[in-house]
């Protein structure tokens, strides 16, 4: 028994709350964009990177204490979104997955290339844990403490946006644009702000992670984490809030497992990827009469 | 309250409406025919702020709309109801009510689902929904309905947004039989409201019930507007419906 | 500054040549199946490690190793096309777009397994002094990447337009409905086509192995490449994919071989180009510099 709480308490455990807490994030973000907007949206692994380098910057260069570095990620994240909104929502389907994907491609190569700011594949290190109220936040269990409370009010702000006006506009444009025009909703509008607060969201995530990690670097916003954020939505469904919950949980953990074989631990990751990549395309061959519905018009 | 003024619209070179003028005056009720191709939809579509017209004017309640984007014509009270049927098939009934009743133009949107304002528009919902026999539906997804039944939510809807325009394409299209009247009972209680109403239709004998006025259209252009009676009468009809055969005399 | 430019001219024919041979095959199956095969640097990836396979691990000699990966390679594009698009084939064309992503995922994994995450290189015994030209220096593999690839374009240009094959596979590639009722077997004509993508997609793969290296996360930029190229030529345009791969290649040489007044782009920044045409393309002229509106091959 004891050996349950010691092990329910030990660092690894720890470790792996705090990686579902930030997937929780990313995931309900990125489901407000895919899931409810049917917007396919392959640069949200960018502004991810966009709120953890502003708070990797802040805090080292500038040591701006934590709401500061907070706040300034998901800002930063959430006109970046804007930005790539600007673009990218002139396009169509087949054209705004490349278009997004290429987005996040000239970020990834910004972040590996401007070494002026990002230092390049060498990242940012010595990010201090923040400073507040004198908690020792240098302890996993209490960073995954504050960690919790994000999550929490994450969730709820989002599970708020689904169920508000705002969210109901955005799945009837998602499934017929010029009904929802035809009743008076400003779909241009409607669909950048689900950007923005989907940004928002990726740019808390990257914050926390940067604090957490104490150190950042180009190859955690690479396309296979985008592809892992994805499945994570398909496979709970998109636009479906538990769904997304669920199988945030469900796919942090399911490869852990692999780690108590007597498997070589350079063959850890690519197992991951296979067993997620394997599950994700089983639920697309599933669902696929359900996934991605046409959208109506005219 | 609505004036097409020479309105022409072309795709990729081909004109599908060419000059189309007309004027509709508030609490008219008037009809839309002419064969397929015709550019009924187009009309529409033009008149809703989907398609560009190349030239022409189009005046909404004395305001010239002919540069506004579709949701700014639909907030100053232009509806419309689509021949595909424009409702949300994977929300539920009451959720394209509250779309509508959300988007209303002055509408105060509630912060939270158990707010009192949340209640009154759920409350206000249902009671549209009512009107037209779908309250007991009001929690199922709109796409477990029949096509009438899609119908009456659709032009419901188009109420709750508050319009005062309607255009209403093919409003019988994909209905049985047996809801058509529900469909004319839904038309007449929008003609007691005092509601400016558009339909396409193709049968004659249908929309004679209710408008006073006829329009029919061919190949783009208006070639006759005219109460019912005597468009029905009209030797015109006849020959754009079924061609004119030169060798023979009708 | 401009002295420089015929080397940059050459080196530009030879990154096109590849990426032209890399693009020609996504474009086969767009032109045909109408959807993106995000797996497509991935397979060229899976060519080059096959082809390692058999004649560095193996030491076969090149003639059976080519063969070897040809036939590996078309065993692996029947199942991908059984798999991973026919069945997703009706409906949105998302659902192949992520089935092909989720086949990528899967390939750079096994590969990452079987040959581990290091970055390799296909050695070459011979054919690598720089014969010089005119001041251009060129060696003898770079020679074969732009004639090979001027020899297959032409074969595919031939058999498309010149051929009653190439008929039936532009028949079904307007209208299948139409084709198959004249009797034109589609299962078969996009098994070939498939196939025929895919096999491609390897020898680029095997030519990118030999000039540069391969690593299993290669896949992702190349198929990034190979649209980049698709977009800006336009997308179904086989002609039009070959002309962008070619100006890919030339965009991204001279951006950073040329030095502007003492500032010259740093080489990493080479791959933000192909992107930066996307975007480009994408929002100024969707149809690409050379499409029309429809899509024709």
């Not at chain 2, 509709?24 to 015709?38: D, K, R």
């Not at chain 3, 498309?160 to 307007?174: L, S």
């Not at chain 3, 180009?273 to 002229?285: D, S, V």
Request: proline share 3%; charged share 15%; hydrophobic share 50%.
């Amino acid at each position: 028994m004891s050996l349950l709480f010691e092990a329910i308490t030990s660092e690894y455990t720890i470790h792996l709350c705090v990686l579902c807490g930030l997937y929780l994030i990313l995931a309900q973000s990125l489901n407000l964009t895919f899931g409810l907007g049917q917007l396919f949206n392959l640069a949200h692994v960018a502004s991810y990177a966009v709120g953890a380098y502003t708070t990797a910057l802040l805090a080292t260069e500038a040591e701006s204490p934590f709401w500061v570095c907070v706040t300034a990620s998901v800002l930063t994240s959430g006109v970046f979104a804007l930005l790539l909104g600007a673009i990218a929502l002139r396009l169509s389907n087949d054209y705004f997955a490349i278009g997004t994907l290429a987005f996040s491609s000239v970020v990834s190569s910004l972040l590996i290339n401007w070494r002026s700011v990002t230092h390049g594949v060498l990242g940012i290190p010595g990010i201090p844990r923040p400073d507040l109220l004198g908690a020792d936040l240098y302890q996993n269990s209490h960073f995954l403490a504050l960690m919790s409370i994000f999550v929490v009010v994450t969730q709820v702000l989002f599970y708020l946006l689904y169920s508000s006006p705002f969210g109901r506009a955005l799945r009837g444009l998602a499934e017929y644009e010029q009904a929802a025009l035809a009743l008076g909703r400003d779909t241009r509008l409607i669909r950048n702000f689900a950007f923005f607060f989907s940004s928002a969201g990726a740019g808390l995530a990257g914050s926390l992670f940067a604090y957490y990690l104490s150190y950042i670097d180009p190859s955690s916003f690479s396309l296979g984490e985008m592809v892992f954020i994805l499945t994570i939505v398909i496979v709970g469904r998109p636009g479906s809030y538990w769904g997304v919950i669920a199988a945030t949980i469900f796919l942090v953990l399911l490869p852990e497992p692999l780690r108590f074989l007597q498997i070589d631990s350079a063959y850890l990751g690519p197992a991951r990827q296979l067993i997620h990549a394997t599950l994700l395309f089983s639920v697309v061959w599933w669902k696929r009469r359900v996934l991605f519905p046409q959208q109506r018009q005219v | 309250m609505l004036t097409l003024q020479d309105l022409h619209v072309s795709f990729h070179g081909t004109r599908v409406l060419q000059g189309v003028t007309f004027s509709v005056t508030h609490g008219e009720t008037v009809g839309i025919i002419g064969p397929n191709g015709c550019g009924k939809t187009t009309l529409f579509n033009c008149i809703s702020g989907f398609v560009d017209a190349s030239s022409g004017t189009l005046t909404f309640q004395n305001k010239d709309i002919s540069r506004l984007p579709p949701h700014q014509r639909a907030q100053s009270g232009l509806g419309r109801v689509f021949q595909n049927f424009g409702i949300f098939r994977e929300m539920t009934l009451l959720e394209n009510l509250l779309i509508a009743i959300e988007a209303k133009r002055g509408a105060a949107n509630p912060l939270f689902p158990w707010s009192k304002r949340a209640k009154k528009n759920e409350a206000l919902a249902l009671s549209y929904l009512n009107e037209v026999g779908l309250a007991e539906k009001a929690r199922s997804k709109a796409s477990s309905l029949s096509g009438g039944q899609m119908r009456l939510l659709e032009i419901t809807r188009t109420l709750a947004v508050g319009a005062d325009l309607f255009l209403l394409d093919e409003p019988t299209a994909g209905v049985s039989p047996k809801m058509k009247e529900d469909v004319v009972a839904i038309i007449k209680r929008l003609q007691t409201l005092g509601k400016t109403i558009l339909i396409i239709e193709h049968d004659i004998t249908f929309i004679q019930k209710f408008c006073s006025r006829v329009i029919v259209l061919n190949e783009g252009r208006v070639v006759l507007d005219d109460i019912p009676e005597r468009v029905r009468a009209d030797e015109r009809l006849k020959d754009i419906y079924f061609g004119r055969d030169e060798e023979r005399v009708t | 500054m401009f002295d420089i430019l015929p080397q940059l001219l050459a080196n530009s024919l030879i990154t096109g040549s590849i990426y032209a041979l890399a693009s020609a095959g996504l474009v086969l199956t767009f032109a045909l199946l109408r959807f993106l095969n995000f797996a497509h640097g991935h397979l060229m990836m899976v060519g080059a490690y096959t082809f390692f396979y058999f004649s560095v691990a193996h030491h076969l000699s090149l003639a059976p190793a080519a063969g070897l990966t040809i036939l590996c390679m078309a065993l692996l594009g029947s199942i991908v096309l059984r798999v991973f698009v026919q069945p997703f084939l009706t409906g949105n064309s998302l659902l192949p777009l992520v089935t092909t992503i989720a086949l990528g995922s899967i390939l750079e994994a096994v590969i990452s397994i079987q040959f581990g995450v290091n970055v390799r290189s296909l050695p070459l015994q011979s054919g690598i002094e720089s014969l010089e030209w005119r001041g251009i220096f060129i060696t003898p593999l770079q020679i074969f990447i732009i004639v090979s690839a001027i020899l297959i374009l032409s074969a595919l240009a031939f058999l498309i337009h010149q051929t009653g094959f190439g008929r039936r596979i532009r028949a079904v590639a307007e209208n299948s409905a139409a084709a198959e009722s004249l009797g034109v077997s589609r299962p078969l004509i996009v098994g070939v086509v498939f196939l025929v993508s895919v096999i491609l997609a390897g020898f680029a793969g095997v030519l990118v192995g030999y000039e540069t290296n391969i690593q299993p996360t290669m896949g992702g930029s190349y198929s990034i490449k190979a649209f980049a190229a698709m977009v800006l030529g336009g997308l179904g345009n086989i002609w039009g994919t070959v002309a962008g791969a070619l100006i890919l290649g030339l965009v991204e040489n001279l951006s950073i071989g040329l030095d502007f007044g003492g500032y010259s782009l740093p080489a990493g920044y080479k791959d933000a180009f192909a992107f930066l045409t996307i975007l480009a393309i994408l929002l100024f002229r969707p149809q690409g510099l050379f499409g029309t509106r429809q899509r024709t091959t």
